[in-house]
């Protein structure tokens, strides 16, 4: 009786090997794709803001050039204005 017990256990957790596959994805739990996910989301924030603050550096550099451009020509203006 014993030993037919312990063969009706061992056949039901025999597994069909047509379920059994392997892939990245299967290996990877909710938390570990929820990770991911937020590491590219942060990857694409972090490369827009590299872009905008390039931009705005680049904005800054061009006001300061035509600030000291209109800063000449007045001096040159007042310059013109004595003689």
């Known amino acids: 009786m014993y030993r037919a017990a312990v063969a009706r256990a061992s056949r039901s957790l ?3 090997s047509r379920t059994l596959h392997s892939s990245p ?3 990877k739990t ?3 794709k929820a990770k991911d996910v937020a590491h590219d989301v942060n ?3 972090g490369q ?3 872009s905008a603050i ?3 550096e680049q904005v800054t ?3 300061k050039e035509a600030a000291a451009g209109a800063y000449e020509a007045k001096e040159d203006f007042k310059k ?3 003689k």
Do not use: N, Q, R, S
Request: no cysteine; charged share 35%; aromatic share 4%.
């Open 14 to 16: 025999v597994v069909p």
């Open 25 to 27: 994805l299967a290996f």
């Open 30 to 32: 909710a938390t570990d």
């Open 43 to 45: 990857m694409k924030v």
């Open 48 to 50: 827009g803001l590299a």
């Open 54 to 56: 390039e931009k705005g």
């Open 61 to 63: 550099d061009k006001a």
């Open 80 to 82: 013109e204005m004595k």
